[in-house]
DNA sequence: ATGTGGGATATTGTCGATGACAAGAAGGAT
DNA sequence: ATCCTTCTTGTCATCGACAATATCCCACAT
């Protein structure tokens, strides 16, 4: 079957091939009703679909988003890129996912192909340094909207959280349990990393801390963001002899990872561990025992940045901090803390 | 920064544009080392990066593959979504993720959205009878390959699993552990889909309690496919007058809920209640017990599909049965069913 | 010298739309 | 009737690359 081009409706309708375009995307000028009919009549009967790859040609714009995120098989990406793509169909935009899976190199790849293809915007939740992403945006003039992690190499607009402070809260809160010190489980990046959610929770454990006159000395641990690597980890932090009362770890992932080694060793939580998650992700609700976390409204920070992407005020200038635009993060308090039963 | 463009590197380079099309994909016609050499400075001095859009323009070609899976939140779409995109970047495609949310309309959106962007193939791993893709297939001519699942409507090569079998060995292994009988959680469907796993997942159960002597009579239960409803489904299941002595479930994330229930409801697993699920998704040996089910070759399947969409061989005649490629399945024994400790 | 073969490079039509601009038609005012 | 408006519709250059075809250049055989 050969390809209907948008010669054969203006043919059948007995047009000129710009009144098909004009029906099609109502406008520049407008059509007569009664031509209108004849061309829809003529679309309906050939099944005409308008090549995209032509129109993005012609009109030098597409109606796609680019959205990388570090890996979507993690619960906290899977929800968010979700949540991102709801945003962006509401606003009629398509969003193309790329995993980076941890890389720069496939961080670049993916920003390099969507720029490629004309996608009207790219949203990127980043890994690492990323000055190599920075370079190719750069080179691109691309409009790009930071979301989630802000690297200090890469100066666009951000949708963040306020990661301190949620943080802050509760490991607040679970020394308001009582706990004589509350141990943190961070990442494993060597460095850590400017607008970094990681560093950042890291950093509001140790405020908490400091206002409560305790010491941070030897209770930062560390571990990879998933729930696997986690595991292992834990086997051995909770194991060994000086296993911490309470535990706030960087991400709900690793959190879910803590229970299920704190189930294998026979460690009652809250019971003799208090833990607890950072992000709220679904599954969060239906650990055992239900984990207490913080939370934040995802889908208004989508919205705001599919928002930013499309809008103007992207490439606006102002200082850094200006161009940073920060929800507030929710404790969400459920049994793994100690609370409530 | 204008655009640069092929142009504005052959002007640099002192060449035509021919030569420089001929320099980036080596071909149709060779070019001599110097004026390679002298391209690739150019390119180099002046960062440009083809246009995807003019490329896929005028090649009619893209190194694109989509691929609509009803939910990539879920573990196992997102695992393989994960090996499909891996097996397509071996063979230098990229892959365009879609998600139908299980919406026969979302699903055509998608169908038409990477059809229009012109993919050099589609993998579909479809929900519900899809006569609306099949006629959009159909319409475009399309290269598809079904996975997973092969609704009756679209009569397409298919690679899939030998479903029927691995529901059969599991359900044997569960009768082994000598219950009396063993019950089946199944999807919600209301017409059982032909080519449907879950409907396939229900039959081998059915085969395998049959070969037993045993009655299936009210003996097969429903849930959704996540493991979010299946839990509240199985509080009230686990907690009624005729609770089974083991169930086996349609898929991990349901028998995930399962899990969650039971504990909640204080019932031993495999003591008092022995689980299986089907899939083995990565989270299955994190499960408390870790979970017995139905592995199979995930990557040698996206591989296949893959394969099958780039290569030749898609739209061969034969009959339906020798256009489907189905892959064994195998037995994952962990605690769950009562084996090991 | 002249012809010739073939490798290297240039020219150009093409892909399928968009949209600026030109042009045509219809209706109103003078 | 004639001339403007105003509303619709048609023409065509354009987007940025590909690739078929044409052309050039030069070594080599005759």
């Known amino acids: 079957m050969a390809k209907v081009t948008r010669d054969d409706v203006a043919r059948l309708a007995g047009t000129s091939t710009a009144v098909v375009s004009y029906v099609i995307n109502d406008g520049p000028r407008p059509v007569a009703p009664a031509t209108r009919?004849?061309?829809?009549?003529?679309?309906?009967?050939?099944?005409?679909?308008?090549?995209?790859?032509?129109?993005?040609?012609?009109?030098?714009?597409?109606?796609?988003?680019?959205?990388?995120?570090?890996?979507?098989?993690?619960?906290?990406?899977?929800?968010?890129?979700?949540?991102?793509?709801?945003?962006?169909?509401?606003?009629?935009?398509?969003?193309?996912?790329?995993?980076?899976?941890?890389?720069?190199?496939?961080?670049?790849?993916?920003?390099?192909?969507?720029?490629?293809?004309?996608?009207?915007?790219?949203?990127?939740?980043?890994?690492?340094?990323?000055?190599?992403?920075?370079?190719?945006?750069?080179?691109?003039?691309?409009?790009?909207?930071?979301?989630?992690?802000?690297?200090?190499?890469?100066?666009?607009?951000?949708?963040?959280?306020?990661?301190?402070?949620?943080?802050?809260?509760?490991?607040?809160?679970?020394?308001?349990?009582?706990?004589?010190?509350?141990?943190?489980?961070?990442?494993?990046?060597?460095?850590?990393?400017?607008?970094?959610?990681?560093?950042?929770?890291?950093?509001?454990?140790?405020?908490?801390?400091?206002?409560?006159?305790?010491?941070?000395?030897?209770?930062?641990?560390?571990?990879?963001?998933?729930?696997?690597?986690?595991?292992?980890?834990a086997l051995d932090l909770l194991a060994g002899p000086d296993r911490p009362p309470a535990l706030v770890c960087a991400t709900d992932d690793q959190a879910i990872g803590v229970l299920r080694a704190a189930r294998e060793l026979g460690i009652d939580v809250p019971g003799e561990l208090a833990v607890a998650g950072f992000d709220d992700v679904k599954e969060a609700a239906l650990t055992d025992p239900p984990l207490t976390t913080v939370g934040s409204d995802r889908e208004a920070m989508a919205r705001a940045a599919v928002d930013l992407v499309l809008d103007d005020g992207v490439r606006t200038t102002g200082s850094r901090r200006e161009r940073v635009r920060q929800f507030p993060s929710g404790l969400v308090v459920r049994r793994s803390c100690g609370c409530g039963g």
């Open 37 to 233: 009919e004849r061309v829809l009549a003529a679309i309906k009967e050939l099944g005409y679909r308008p090549d995209r790859v032509a129109q993005a040609m012609a009109s030098r714009r597409t109606d796609l988003i680019g959205l990388i995120v570090p890996d979507a098989r993690q619960p906290f990406f899977a929800e968010m890129a979700h949540a991102v793509e709801q945003a962006a169909a509401d606003r009629g935009k398509m969003v193309l996912v790329g995993n980076s899976d941890y890389l720069d190199e496939r961080e670049v790849h993916y920003l390099r192909a969507f720029l490629g293809m004309r996608v009207s915007g790219l949203i990127l939740i980043s890994q690492g340094p990323s000055e190599r992403a920075a370079a190719e945006i750069e080179a691109w003039d691309a409009r790009v909207v930071l979301l989630h992690r802000r690297p200090e190499a890469i100066d666009d607009v951000a949708v963040v959280l306020d990661d301190v402070g949620g943080a802050q809260m509760v490991t607040r809160h679970l020394l308001e349990h009582g706990h004589e010190y509350v141990a943190c489980l961070g990442g494993v990046e060597s460095t850590p990393a400017y607008g970094d959610p990681v560093t950042d929770h890291v950093e509001g454990w140790r405020r908490a801390m400091k206002e409560a006159g305790r010491s941070t000395d030897g209770r930062l641990f560390q571990a990879p963001y998933n729930r696997y690597d986690t595991y292992r980890v």
